[in-house]
């Protein structure tokens, strides 16, 4: 039941009009004020939506007609009707939650004590949640359904509380039939997919390395000679997920599996073991495991199947003209304290460029060797040798420097050791002229410098084949002759393509920050390699649906934009305009009247001499 100002009470499809208390008021119905003309008769009664329109538009002229009324009154309808929903779940919410904590206060003791195989009554009843709910087992048959069941926790009555159940230790083996002379068991510590720590014993040959036969147990080694520990690969499953989907840490997890069994009485996770070894090159080898199995790395090819490092839709056009977009991010950064690389990464080069090559060109590119730019443009922090951003001296990365097709997939990225140079923008457009014949075009927040940069050293090489571009947000903080030279929108080519698709792969990747700020150089470069290819593996999800949706957007935008010229056109001489005449149309400013010009402050004045100033120029 909402009610609306005016004492007026809605329900449904129908108003109770109140008399006021104290004062008339303006009744406000369906966003507008009518004034004192609804007068209500001394006693309540009920009137329909139809009989409200009725008086009211006899009353008063200015009562929009029945259709817009019954419009608003929807709307109206709509609003309220969500508010009492709303209300009414918070509501029954309250009421149950009671009614839950009570029942669960009751489930901490047996609902029967009679055994579910064999259904004789026992004293001392064992409950064993992983079976399913209400499951009661008696000790032998606990032992005969559980003799080739591992893992499960049970818990016995003992009078006046569930208490852990110390079970005997399982023999983990092969089932595959193999028999060998060589075997042996060891005892060793499994961390099930639930957080919980098992001793088993597992049955081991020579036949095979210990972490093999892990394997086929679906367990993951947490060393690769003599293991004392393994890890449920359901867990680490878990784990690698949330880690590349919500950039979740070791210790975050770990301490998450802590939380989650603090309701269960008598049981610990395996935190400090856990998170003692996912710390090391655990989860690394895990999750490349992991890569391997789904892009059949090394079985065939990798001409033949997709490493899920290329855009399919760029190299589904091979002979098409390419766009791509450049841009740094200084939040990726690396502890020098953090150690130093002990060996390569395990995806080596498949998104990261060889730091050492990067390193190279960087330190031997003189950007002031033929003189600098002429400052045509704002005065930009980056590409400034002095200005750039320098970080601090305890980093050993200040950043990652990114490439992305205008398709938002992910294409070369490598680190940064200084602030945002031209240097390593000029080597990010010759490492993709090589991987391109055509020519390509590429937005940058600084396209306007960079492209005077290369003119002023005379790289016609890079300047024939690169049409150079501004994202369209960051055009604005560009000058206006810059702005005309170097948005998409005043280019050939480029389309509704807006250059930001880096900006929209940082909000991913920087989540990574506090993580890969603490790691080697070679887990980090295999973390957010990881996360890239689980980034692409979205774009690729979503890409057909993307492109039609762009597709039906610049079929609007063209049968606009030809009506538009049309009216246009019929307005000149002929009925017919030139591309020149359109575009000096486009860029003339549009005239004032004297009375506007007269009412204009002296810096509104003084801004539209400028802008005028510069289309004539």
């Known amino acids: 039941m909402g009610k609306i100002k005016g004492g007026i009470t809605k329900a449904k499809f129908r108003y109770w009009v109140k008399e006021p208390k104290k004062r008339k008021r303006p009744v406000y119905l369906f966003g507008k004020t009518f004034g004192p003309a609804l007068k209500p008769n001394a006693n309540s009664h009920i009137v329909t939506r139809g009989s409200v329109e009725g008086d009211l538009t006899a009353t008063n002229p200015e009562i929009p007609s029945t259709s817009n009324v019954n419009s608003s009154c929807g709307e109206l309808e709509e609003n309220l009707n969500y508010?009492?929903?709303?209300?009414?779940?918070?509501?029954?919410?309250?009421?149950?939650e009671e009614k839950l904590f009570k029942l669960s206060i009751t489930l901490y003791s047996p609902e029967r004590r009679t055994c579910c195989v064999c259904f004789e009554e026992v004293a001392n009843i064992i409950r064993c949640g992983d079976c399913g709910p209400n499951v009661y087992y008696c000790r032998q048959c606990w032992d005969n359904?559980?003799?080739?069941?591992?893992?499960?926790?049970?818990?016995?009555?003992?009078?006046?509380?569930?208490?852990?159940?110390?079970?005997?230790?399982?023999?983990?083996?092969?089932?595959?039939?193999?028999?060998?002379?060589?075997?042996?068991?060891?005892?060793?510590?499994?961390?099930?997919y639930k957080g919980f720590e098992n001793v088993v014993s597992v049955q081991f040959c020579y036949c095979e390395s210990e972490p093999e036969t892990l394997l086929r147990l679906n367990l993951w080694t947490c060393s690769p000679k003599k293991p004392k520990l393994a890890v449920s690969i359901?867990?680490?499953?878990?784990?690698?997920?949330?880690?590349?989907?919500?950039?979740?840490?070791?210790?975050?997890?770990?301490?998450?599996?802590?939380?989650?069994?603090?309701?269960?009485?008598?049981?610990?996770?395996?935190?400090?073991?856990?998170?003692?070894?996912?710390?090391?090159?655990?989860?690394?080898?895990?999750?490349?495991?992991?890569?391997?199995?789904?892009?059949?790395?090394?079985?065939?090819?990798?001409?033949?199947?997709?490493?899920?490092?290329?855009?399919?839709?760029?190299?589904?056009?091979?002979?098409?003209?390419?766009?791509?977009?450049?841009?740094?991010?200084?939040?990726?950064?690396?502890?020098i304290l953090s150690g130093s690389k002990s060996c390569d990464p395990h995806h080596k080069q498949s998104f990261f460029l060889n730091q050492n090559e990067v390193d190279s060109f960087v330190d031997t590119y003189d950007e002031n060797k033929?003189?600098?730019?002429?400052?045509?443009?704002?005065?930009?922090?980056?590409?400034?040798?002095?200005?750039?951003?320098?970080?601090?001296?305890?980093?050993?990365?200040?950043?990652?420097?990114?490439?992305?097709?205008?398709?938002?997939?992910?294409?070369?990225?490598?680190?940064?050791?200084h602030g945002e140079r031209l240097a390593y923008a000029v080597l990010a457009i010759e490492k993709l002229l090589e991987r391109n014949e055509n020519k390509i075009r590429v937005f940058y927040d600084i396209a306007c410098k960079l492209k005077g940069h290369l003119q002023v050293r005379k790289n016609f090489a890079i300047l024939n084949k690169i049409t150079f571009a501004v994202p369209v947000f960051h055009s604005y903080g560009h000058i206006f002759s810059c702005q005309k030279q170097f948005n998409p929108r005043f280019l050939d080519g480029f389309g509704l393509t807006d250059g930001e698709t880096v900006e929209r792969l940082w909000a991913y990747l920087r989540g990574f920050n506090k993580i890969s700020k603490e790691m080697k150089p070679e887990h980090r470069t295999d973390l957010l390699t990881d996360g890239l290819i689980h980034y692409g593996r979205k774009i690729k999800k979503n890409l057909g649906c993307a492109l039609m949706n762009k597709l039906k957007r610049a079929s609007c935008k063209m049968e606009l934009a030809k009506s538009e010229l049309e009216a246009m056109a019929a307005s000149y001489p002929g009925g017919t305009l030139t591309q020149h005449q359109l575009k000096a149309i486009a860029l003339q400013p549009e005239p004032y009247s004297s009375a506007e010009m007269a009412s204009f402050s002296w810096v509104e004045e003084y801004s539209l001499k400028l802008q005028e100033y510069y289309w004539l120029k």
């Open 83 to 96: 508010k009492i929903r709303r209300e009414k779940l918070s509501s029954d919410w309250r009421l149950v």
């Open 145 to 192: 359904c559980h003799s080739f069941v591992w893992y499960h926790l049970p818990d016995i009555w003992m009078g006046n509380m569930f208490c852990k159940m110390v079970t005997p230790v399982r023999l983990l083996k092969r089932f595959d039939g193999h028999e060998c002379q060589s075997s042996y068991t060891r005892h060793l510590t499994v961390v099930d």
């Open 234 to 335: 359901d867990l680490l499953e878990y784990f690698r997920a949330l880690c590349l989907e919500k950039h979740l840490s070791t210790e975050g997890f770990c301490h998450a599996l802590e939380n989650r069994f603090l309701r269960v009485p008598g049981y610990t996770a395996g935190v400090k073991s856990l998170s003692r070894v996912l710390l090391q090159e655990v989860v690394e080898a895990y999750r490349h495991h992991v890569y391997k199995l789904q892009h059949l790395h090394g079985l065939v090819s990798s001409d033949d199947i997709d490493t899920g490092t290329l855009c399919p839709a760029c190299e589904g056009n091979p002979e098409g003209m390419r766009t791509y977009c450049l841009d740094a991010n200084f939040g990726l950064v690396r502890r």
């Open 370 to 417: 033929y003189g600098s730019a002429s400052k045509n443009c704002n005065d930009f922090q980056a590409g400034s040798i002095i200005r750039s951003k320098s970080k601090s001296s305890k980093l050993a990365i200040k950043g990652v420097f990114g490439v992305c097709c205008k398709h938002e997939f992910p294409t070369m990225f490598f680190d940064l050791k």
